[in-house]
């Protein structure tokens, strides 16, 4: 059986990916095949870390757009990504994975607090550690979460699970017929050509601490197992290019 080529992985599950069709709120039918899918890459001896979005309950962004205080807005996305946390954790436990979630902002009734050794020492330990409430600040994406993260447990890659694509593409496929899907980029790439595959915080972040990161499509059952093991799918952003 081919071996892992990743040790320490994290990775980032957006929001919107959780709602599945409905757009909105956490569908079990989805946020069970991802816990499935961590399954078999926990089984596979991969220590693996997550960070959730929340985009399916809340957008720091859209609503400060209708009025609401950034701030304000911000908090209120973190604590979505604690919702979703928790609806994770409990859906990996259901199946056997030890989980442990912590939080950026303390709420310890219902998680730990962040601490970086505590979350290596339950990594090594063969648990899932899901990372909820993002940075703790506002003006701070998920995506600069899982770029921080990465770095303070060292992380061997981001994988950045999508919904809709299958990869980086040079422009949306949904309403442009000649978009060209990308398999290697450089962050310096993504950054001059604005391709949004993470905000530039996370992307500049990810490039000063040489984190590779793999988007590929979380919709096909195994694609975590087949990133972990080498397989190219999907689009990898690094460094430079090979």
Known sequence: MKEPVFKRIVLKVSGESLAGQAGYGIESGVINSIAEQVKEVVDLGVEVAIVCGGGNIWRGIAGSEKGIDRGTADYMGML????????????????????????????????????RRRAIRHLEKGRVVIFAA????????????????????EADVILMAKNKVDGVYSADPFKDETAEKFEQLTYMEVLNRNLGVM??????????????????????????KRVVLGEKIGTIVKGSVD
């Open 199 to 224: 905000d530039s915080t996370a992307s500049s972040l990810c490039m000063d601490n040489n984190i590779p990161l793999i988007v590929f499509a979380m919709t096909e059952n195994g694609n975590i």
């Open 80 to 115: 979505a990504t604690v919702m979703n946390a928790l609806a994770l954790q409990d859906a990996l436990e259901q199946i056997g994975v030890p989980t442990r979630v912590q939080t950026s902002i303390a709420m310890q009734q219902i998680a730990e607090p962040y601490i």
């Open 134 to 153: 993002g940075t703790g600040n506002p003006f701070f994406s998920t995506d600069t979460t899982a770029a921080l993260r990465a770095a303070e447990i």
